[in-house]
């Protein structure tokens, strides 16, 4: 019999107390491939015991890269029926991106044509998945769980790598809470907003009369649709959507195990559209932002990573003392900017001000 560890149960618990409101009346898609299944029933497990109605939908690795080696063209076109059904009866969605375990197919020649072929003519998965569940108002939940690639890059194993990130799960929420009022309190004064990093970005942008927001896990009482019904666990940023025209500058992200991209550069021109290279992937992402609707260039945000967890590879945008900007579609962080793409970059080690007063520097909040 298929059975989580009472660790991943306790966990589960956790997060459903503290930054998952899913109602016991309610009902639960969990959509999860081989490697993580355990985790995707341990939280079902836990929601049953609420009373809420659960589903564990698993499409495994194995399916998706045949399909996206041998299957016709024309066939990534296509809605996909079964999520479309599935977002339908759930009040919550939960995509737990370590579904895709191993990414290492793409470095291959023929899989990364087709890739790029399937990429010129639809959009990708979640993407469509994001404007189902806009569309039905159901809760969709990215969660960040971590692949073979982040697992190799830590030196670890699978298992091993899943146990700290579990850690990420495990936090005190109320101090989550404590920052994340602290750093509000200190940006919505407004002012020049500074970033640099190590690796060479140096950013400035404003946020005057936009309304910073601490991702922790709480209820949201914004007015926008998708800022009540999109979240990502594990929780642990504030963010705001800065004014799109006063973004100057240039970041150089991190690169994360197991993205296709590497070497990226934004430059971003105030008015005029970013400017936005990689050395290495960019012929992969490059139909995305071909095919986007509205503005895929313009600042979408900015945010603090603000989770105990101090591991980028385990918490990405959400680790400790990180900061992270994002393009394209930032209606639903308060912004002007309506896109079909949301696409956020981390940067590590970074120094910010406000007016020339430190907000973060060393690893160490100044607030």
């Given at each position: 019999m298929f059975k989580p560890t009472e660790h991943l149960r306790k966990v589960s618990a956790k997060v459903l107390d503290n930054a998952l409101p899913i109602q016991p009346d309610d009902v639960a898609v969990f959509y999860a491939g081989a490697e993580n299944l355990d985790l995707a029933y341990a939280f079902?497990?836990?929601?049953?015991?609420?009373?809420?109605?659960t589903i564990v939908q698993t499409y495994g690795e194995y399916l998706w890269q045949t399909k996206l080696l041998k299957a016709p063209l024309e066939a990534f076109s296509k809605i996909l029926k079964v999520p479309e059904a599935l977002v339908d009866v759930a009040d919550w969605f939960v995509y737990m991106t370590g579904s895709s375990h191993d990414n290492s197919i793409y470095q291959k020649p023929e899989p990364r044509e087709r890739t790029i072929a399937i990429r010129n003519r639809s959009k990708p998965f979640t993407e469509n998945l994001l404007q189902l569940c806009l569309k039905k108002k159901t809760h969709l939940v990215a969660f960040l769980d971590p692949n073979l690639q982040q697992a190799q890059a830590l030196g670890k194993s699978y298992k091993q790598t899943r146990e700290l990130f579990l850690k990420s799960l495990d936090i005190d929420y109320d101090m989550l809470t404590q920052l994340g009022q602290k750093l509000i309190n200190t940006m919505q004064k407004g002012g020049e907003i500074r970033l640099t990093c190590p690796k060479g970005s140096d950013l400035r942008v404003r946020a005057d009369g936009r309304s910073w927001t601490s991702e922790d896990g709480k209820p949201s009482t914004s007015s926008?649709?998708?800022?009540?019904?999109?979240?990502?666990?594990p929780v642990g940023e504030v963010y705001v959507a800065p004014v799109e025209q006063t973004a100057y500058g240039v970041v150089y992200p991190t690169s994360l195990p197991g993205t296709v991209l590497d070497g990226v550069r934004i430059e971003f021109r105030g008015e005029k559209k970013a400017v936005i290279t990689a050395q290495k992937g960019f012929e992969l992402i490059k139909p995305r932002l071909d095919n986007a609707t509205g503005n895929p260039y313009s600042i979408a945000e900015f945010a603090f990573g603000t989770n105990p967890c101090r591991n980028i590879i385990l918490a990405t945008e959400k680790a400790y003392a990180t900061a992270h900007v994002a393009i394209g579609q930032n209606t639903w962080l308060g912004g002007k900017n309506e896109c079909s793409i949301h696409w956020d970059f981390v940067i590590d080690k970074p120094t910010v001000t406000i007016n020339g007063k430190p907000v973060l520097k060393n690893g160490k909040y100044m607030v």
């Open positions: 079902a497990a836990e929601c049953e015991t609420r009373g809420t109605e926008s649709t998708s800022a009540r019904y999109v979240h990502n666990i």
